[in-house]
């Protein structure tokens, strides 16, 4: 008996660990590929480009001013900067160098617009907390929110290539780690992005702008959306489990019916089979009808071997009680009869020793017929088929005559074939009376052949005609018929696909045979 093992998972199960899967796989991709913090720095760039723009125009009014020049707008021409930093292809640098004394003092203009910077400056860090430091031409810084003023900054490779009129941007780690928690105004990242503009005037480069600041950390951008995030997740968890109950609903239900139903009749119950609720999918739905149309294969295959055990033990039942009592009375007083009277008994026994043994070889033959096997078991010509069955029919004195096409060919076995065709001889001679004739007409009929067996004889009752083919139905027991015969024949022509009925209201008794044509290439 197959068991079903307890600790398989059931679909809900299945369905929910899947949906799960596929929530966390976009996540864990976003965490390995690093673009959450890709865009992060991004953020930080974007942020720092801004400052820098405003600082490098502040500082170049100034330095017009402190020079006694016009501070008249520069070129009317666009040119925006965009971040270009991530994380996935550009390396991070190793902290920044420190500032050294300079060759030579910083520029006077520089200094002068420097210094009036400086307060605006400090007054931006306490906002944006980014540092922030203004340079002249040579490097040297002007004004800082930190320690760097009157040093220089040239050794630095963003600064040196603002100064050569090239924006520029870089990541590089930090000096040492900062602990910060998730709601700090610090931030934990491990590395610092740094944004250097040149400061023009015309087409001179007066100085430079370098600002430099920490991007949120993963940890700390998810804690600032918390709130949002726990929400988001709680719906799709949501969304998940609905749509696994939603689908183990309209799947796993009617799958369970139908395995309940199937559990009834292997346990021995006969149920009805009845239509289970449809499913939203089409496989759900093809299971139930496939063990629908089992379960009743079943019921009818229960019930025609219930139906077929009472008929042949009716069969049987007869010729053994009659040789059963032949045996004792020779067993008993067979002393005392005479040589006749033992041939007689013996003689009796034998007839029903032969009847039980044409009753097995047509159960055999039934068994045969019934059992399924492919259609395509080759073709039979039905020239040949019908010389082969007529023959013992024509020696012992029927009287048939053919009408068709020797050669046509029918997809059906050859021993099958002559099977059908020598039953319905025997029925001729058995039922048809003294001196009745036999007629087989055969033709093609879009590729069925259809062939009719009729005979001159006495016919058959309206009564019989009901049960002609019924297993064990005869009315030549005594002739030595079994009533097996023709349900032999009806059962291999449908096995190969045809048909066998008998065609009401004609004289005698004709037999319609249909089977199907071999086509021919």
Same mark, same amino acid.
């Given at each position: 008996?197959l068991?079903?093992?307890r600790?398989?998972?059931?679909?809900?199960?299945?369905l929910?660990?899947?949906?799960?899967?596929?929530?966390?796989?976009?996540?864990?991709g976003?965490?390995?590929?690093?673009?959450?913090?890709?865009?992060?720095?991004?953020?930080?760039?974007?942020?720092?480009?801004?400052?820098a723009?405003?600082?490098?125009?502040?500082?170049?009014?100034?330095?017009l001013?402190?020079?006694?020049?016009?501070?008249?707008?520069?070129?009317?021409?666009?040119?925006?900067?965009?971040?270009?930093?991530?994380? &996935?292809?550009?390396? @991070?640098?190793?902290? *920044?160098?420190?500032?050294?004394? *300079? =060759?030579?003092?910083a520029d006077?203009?520089?200094?002068?617009?420097?210094?009036?910077?400086?307060?605006?400056?400090? !007054?931006?860090?306490?906002?944006?907390?980014?540092?922030?430091?203004?340079?002249?031409? %040579?490097?040297?810084?002007?004004?800082?929110?930190?320690?760097?003023?009157?040093?220089?900054?040239?050794?630095?490779?963003?600064?040196?290539?603002?100064?050569?009129?090239?924006?520029?941007?870089r990541v590089?780690?930090?000096? =040492?780690?900062?602990?910060?928690?998730?709601?700090?105004?610090?931030?934990?990242?491990?590395?610092?992005?740094?944004?250097?503009l040149?400061?023009?005037?015309?087409?001179?480069?007066?100085?430079?702008?370098?600002?430099?600041?920490? *991007?949120?950390?993963?940890?700390?951008a998810?804690?600032?959306?918390?709130?949002?995030?726990?929400?988001?997740?709680?719906?799709?968890?949501?969304?998940?489990?609905?749509l696994?109950?939603f689908?183990?609903?309209?799947?796993?239900?009617? @799958?369970?019916?139908?395995?309940?139903?199937?559990?009834?009749v292997?346990?021995?119950?006969?149920?009805?089979?009845?239509?289970?609720?449809?499913?939203?999918? +089409?496989?759900?739905?093809?299971?139930?009808?496939?063990?629908?149309?089992?379960?009743?294969?079943?019921?009818? +295959? $229960?019930?025609?071997i219930s139906?077929?055990?009472?008929?042949?033990?009716?069969?049987?039942?007869?010729?053994?009680?009659?040789?059963?009592?032949?045996?004792?009375?020779?067993?008993?007083?067979?002393?005392?009869?005479?040589?006749?009277?033992?041939?007689?008994?013996?003689?009796? #026994?034998? !007839?029903?020793?032969?009847?039980?043994?044409?009753?097995?070889?047509?159960?055999?033959?039934?068994?045969?017929?019934?059992?399924?096997?492919?259609?395509?078991?080759g073709?039979? @010509? @039905?020239?040949? $088929?019908?010389?082969?069955?007529?023959?013992?029919?024509?020696?012992?004195?029927?009287?048939?005559?053919?009408?068709?096409?020797?050669?046509?060919?029918?997809a059906? $076995? *050859? !021993?099958?074939?002559?099977?059908?065709?020598?039953?319905?001889?025997?029925?001729?001679?058995?039922?048809?009376?003294?001196?009745?004739? #036999?007629?087989?007409?055969?033709a093609?009929?879009g590729?069925?052949?259809?062939?009719?067996?009729?005979?001159?004889?006495?016919?058959?009752?309206?009564a019989?005609?009901?049960?002609?083919?019924?297993?064990?139905?005869?009315?030549?027991? =005594? %002739?030595?018929?079994?009533?097996?015969?023709?349900?032999? &024949?009806?059962?291999? $022509?449908?096995?190969?696909?045809?048909?066998?009925?008998l065609?009401?209201?004609?004289?005698?008794?004709?037999?319609?045979?249909?089977?199907?044509?071999?086509?021919?290439?």
């Open positions: 008996m068991t079903v093992p600790r398989k998972p059931r679909i809900l199960v299945v929910l660990l899947a949906n799960l899967a596929l929530l966390v796989l976009p996540l864990g976003l965490w390995m590929l690093r673009l959450y913090e890709s865009a992060l720095v991004r953020q930080t760039e974007t942020e720092l480009i801004s400052q723009a405003i600082i490098a125009a502040a500082q170049r009014a100034a330095w001013r402190a020079a006694g020049q016009d501070a008249a707008p520069q070129a009317t021409d666009w040119a925006p900067r965009f971040a270009s930093l991530d994380l &996935a292809h550009d390396p @991070i640098l190793p902290p *920044p160098p420190d500032a050294v004394p *300079p =060759e030579q003092p006077p203009v520089a200094r002068a617009a420097g210094a009036t910077l400086a307060p605006v400056l400090a !007054e931006a860090q306490r906002v944006t907390l980014a540092a922030m430091r203004v340079t002249d031409q %040579a490097g040297v810084v002007v004004a800082s929110t930190g320690s760097e003023t009157g040093l220089s900054l040239r050794g630095l490779e963003e600064v040196a290539a603002a100064l050569a009129g090239q924006p520029a941007a590089r780690a930090r000096r =040492e780690a900062v602990p910060a928690g998730a709601d700090s105004i610090s931030r934990a990242a491990p590395f610092r992005v740094f944004v250097a040149p400061v023009q005037a015309g087409d001179r480069v007066i100085g430079a702008v370098l600002l430099s600041r920490t *991007p949120s950390s993963l940890r700390q998810l804690h600032g959306k918390r709130w949002e995030l726990a929400a988001l997740t709680l719906a799709m968890l949501i969304v998940a489990g609905g696994a109950g689908i183990a609903y309209t799947v796993s239900r009617p @799958i369970r019916a139908v395995a309940d139903q199937a559990r009834a292997a346990s021995g119950a006969r149920v009805e089979v009845r239509r289970v609720r449809r499913s939203a999918v +089409r496989e759900a739905d093809e299971l139930a009808a496939a063990i629908g149309a089992m379960a009743d294969t079943l019921e009818h +295959r $229960a019930a025609y139906d077929f055990a009472a008929a042949v033990s009716h069969e049987f039942k007869t010729p053994l009680a009659a040789l059963r009592g032949a045996l004792e009375l020779l067993q008993d007083h067979g002393a005392g009869m005479t040589a006749q009277e033992r041939a007689n008994f013996l003689a009796q #026994c034998m !007839e029903d020793v032969q009847r039980l043994d044409r009753l097995v070889t047509r159960l055999l033959d039934l068994a045969r017929a019934e059992t399924p096997h492919p259609h395509d078991a073709g039979a @010509i @039905i020239g040949q $088929a019908m010389h082969d069955a007529a023959a013992p029919s024509i020696a012992a004195g029927l009287d048939i005559a053919f009408d068709g096409a020797p050669g046509t060919e029918v059906i $076995a *050859p !021993e099958a074939l002559r099977g059908i065709l020598t039953i319905l001889f025997d029925n001729v001679r058995q039922h048809a009376g003294p001196g009745a004739q #036999c007629r087989v007409v055969w093609e009929d590729g069925t052949l259809r062939l009719r067996v009729s005979d001159t004889g006495r016919g058959i009752s309206g019989n005609r009901r049960r002609i083919f019924d297993r064990f139905f005869t009315t030549a027991r =005594e %002739a030595g018929g079994t009533g097996l015969g023709l349900a032999i &024949a009806r059962s291999l $022509a449908e096995a190969a696909g045809g048909a066998l009925d065609v009401p209201d004609t004289p005698g008794a004709t037999f319609d045979l249909r089977l199907p044509v071999v086509p021919h290439a």
